[in-house]
């Protein structure tokens, strides 16, 4: 899939919309490994190839294992928020 820009604001740095205001999840592909990471990279943490990341549209599906929303934090980081470990389909 391509990576569809909008004029749009993001709501988060990996969370985007589309040109019809349908959110979804960016992330980077290393053309040199292929590992897929969320949110933009300059650098591959597993082969650690410079400038081969290329952006991707995540899949919208996947299979949730477990999650947990945050009402404490650091100062400055806003609550709630929810931390989840998902596991997303091609």
Known sequence: MSDIQSDAPAIMPFLKRDEDGKPYLAG?????????????????????????MVPLRLAETGKL?????????????????????VDLDD
């Open 28 to 52: 980077s592909r290393c053309e040199a490994c292929g590992q897929i990471f969320v949110g933009e990279r300059g650098i591959c943490i597993k082969c650690t190839a410079r400038d081969r």
């Open 65 to 85: 294992y477990d999650f947990t929303v945050i009402y404490r934090s650091f100062p400055g980081v806003d609550v709630p928020f929810v931390d989840a470990i």
